[in-house]
């Protein structure tokens, strides 16, 4: 659960973005959170550990969006947790255990603690960095992050903040969601720096909460709410807190002296002064100068919030280790060096995922070669100097086929070979005959750039090959497409029984188009998915044309005939963002939207799906 209240006080400096949000950044993962999630699918019958399988999509989504990804694995739970979730089950639970809680006992714990490593062990088959501190994974998250070894943290748990985190990528969603904008997944983006600068709220008030109303390690203060702790929060300053909450119990004599004075009889309510509000009202107050009504601004809302806090300071007090200097410390006091860390990219180990994900996920072996390729050929491709010597589980770089353009990213189409036939015999005979394309089995698609750095000879090769021999007389661009347009036929999406075929070049760019953004030489805003199928090879051979050529009908003069509008906003927004199509949709997300509904698990307080923890 983390600590209580903390979501929807930072709710206002929330923002939910698109996934290419987390291009190019660095991010710890808290597996254990991940996993947990896919867990509560307690009967899911497609397939089996579905928490392997959604790990691994969701792991390779974000290396293809090259996002440098870390995992954080728990280390020790604290014994404060234990004490206090013990603690709690006996008074509440009568002994039983909680369905929702965390930190497991016994045979579930053990049962956790397996699946874990077979988590763990698949990472590591993709080369990703697993690192463990010296207790819980929030704790060494938050330390990467303080440190400016990540950028941000995915993980549902609000503690991260409590140990130092900067910014939590919370309700991570690889399937397209709602009618965002943005194709792919989005996440919820929490920046402190924000509520640090908008409400001096932070790290010291984060814990103080969880003083006050409770977190995994607490249960707060009975009777304290969240309106109660924001009005504190408004009058006393972040660096000044956690010494405010000790002074309840150290300066007696002060707050003794304050409740006389609100308490006090003979003073005004409103403005401090002697005298009654009443009295002040209908004839003034002498020391405020009125003559009539009293100066409220003097002293009603100080002695209302003083009110407030001696209320908070006396039902604190009555447990008489409040605060808990343990559970400060647990926060404030770091427990691991991350500066030791090895959080690089290695190598990723082709034949073993693939025995691997035949032993675990019951995938057919061309399958998980499939799927698996790119992240290995991707590798390469960012790890040039570290294979210059090596053969080993590598693959080479046969010729570059075509240019391609996924999203609106330039990237050539990569057909690789296994020169040392170190792969030889990984996919048994019948699957290969069965899929038959074999080059396409061997094809990625790469970012240009990256094909550029790592192979410019194949890249100037391919190039040259393009180059006209000798120059025909130049057709007519909207002809020529006309004419592919006459020869193949492209339909709208399959399910729309009307779909008619579209004979001009008009009648394509009006159907590829998003509505109203359309943005020159663009191929995000000429989408692909307008048809039906994002893959569709004809498709793309002519949206791929139109760009090239800058075909007149899509330039911003034209777009108007067509009932097409040139957005002021820069395209690159969208584009900027590239998944390959290999990435599966995330099947955790919508049963597990199914059943936290079907089991009524629904928390309203924070308008998400409880979590298991
Ligand atoms: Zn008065
Ligand atoms: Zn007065």
Redesign the pocket.
Known sequence: MGIKYLWPILSPFCERKPLYELQYKRVAVDLSCWVCESQNIAEYTVQPRMYLRNLYFRTCYLLLMDVHVVFVLEGRAPELKYKTIAARNAVQFKGAKPKTDRVKVGKDRSRFNHTLKQCEEMLKLMGIACVKGEGEAEALCAYLNEDGLVDGIISQDSDCFAYGARVVYRNFSISQQGNHAAKGGSVDVYDIAKANESLDFGRNKIIALALLCGSDYCDGVHGIGKESVVKLFNVVSEDEILKRLRSWKDRASYYGKLEAKIGDKSL?TL???S?RAQG?TKKG?L??GTSQG??SG?FENERLEIKNELNMRSKALADPSFPDEELVNEFLVKKSNVSELNLEWTKPDLINFVKFTVKYLTWEEIYSFEKFFPILTRWQLLHQDQIKDETQGIVTPKFIKKRRNPKGIASYEVVWEDKNNQFKGLIPEEQLAEFGDVEKLWSTVEPQNLVENAYPVLVEEFEDSKKPKNRKKKKNPVDEIDNLLKNVSITGPSKSKKSKKLHTLDDFVVKASTPKKVVQNCSFCLDQSNFGDENDLDVSDIVDKIIDKKVPPYVPENLGKLGLKLTDEECNIDCSFFVDEMVENDLFEKTFREYCISSGEFDSDENTAVTNK
């Open positions: 005004c403005c401090g002064h005298g002040h107050c020391e405020c009293c100066d003097k």
